[in-house]
């Protein structure tokens, strides 16, 4: 291996995604915002982990097996990828798990975990991404619970294997809710693409109608999951204040099948891309309010 192959192109740098890292900010402010006391450079590292080490690699090793030429998430003319691409991306997600230890051993296996799982998605001798219902179950655990648990029992200094409450676990739950609600609706627009490489993915089953029914019966059972979360805690308030932030999420998605059922030309990147920056940016406001009242 050559020594300047660790050096990231630009196509490759492209391609690591880092915006990518805001649709999952949500997660990690919906933790944060549930620990009771943290130390703020602690936190600080795990989201640097997280959000600009491990996330960045997965993209880019998935990015590097894809090999796409059409639009993907944030990319609408993705650049040919290099092997420069997958070099860094295997660094990345070593430094990422030599750090964790800074945080736990425990967070460090979280990590390693994600990152094995991550290159069984993608890797072409096993690629789960073929494969409609693991490949969403996949990313509904590990970009949701999985994520939450991890970055909240980090965040709390508390081991995972000393016990749980059944507040974690709801709270694990909505979060894997709301990102399976958006999972399909990121791949609607890649039919073609995706059918060509063999990936028969869950929006590919569904198809375009049924994966608006699916993202949308999902969502609705991440609210009636936070219903519950909030009402056991007798925070009832910070529930009325979801179904506010959640709004133009609820009124896009509307506009969005609507025209979509008119003419599946609407079920583009553009319209998949203004679903998840909307969506994302609402959960933002949220959760991130509730970190500032906490």
Known sequence: MDTKQLIPSRSALAHLRLVFSFFLFPVFLFALSQTPAFHIGEAFLIFFIWHFLAFPASNGYNSYFDKDEKSIALLEKPPEV????????????????????????WFAFAVLIYGVISKMYSHPSIRLKKYPLISFLVVFFFQGVFFYWSTYFALVN?????????????AGAICSCLIGASYPLTQIYQYEEDSKRGDHTLSLLLGY????IFSGA??????ILTFFYWKSSGTLTNFYLFLICISPIFTFFTWWFCKTMQNTRHASFKNAMRMVFISSVCMVIYFGFLVWMR
């Open 218 to 223: 999902l969502f609705v059972i991440g609210l």
């Open 82 to 105: 290099d092997l420069s691409l997958y070099y860094f991306s295997l660094l990345l997600e070593i430094a990422a798990f030599v750090l964790s230890f800074l945080i736990s051993w």
């Open 158 to 170: 508390i081991s995972p294997f000393t016990g749980w409450r059944s507040h974690d676990i709801i």
């Open 209 to 212: 109608k049924g994966s608006f």
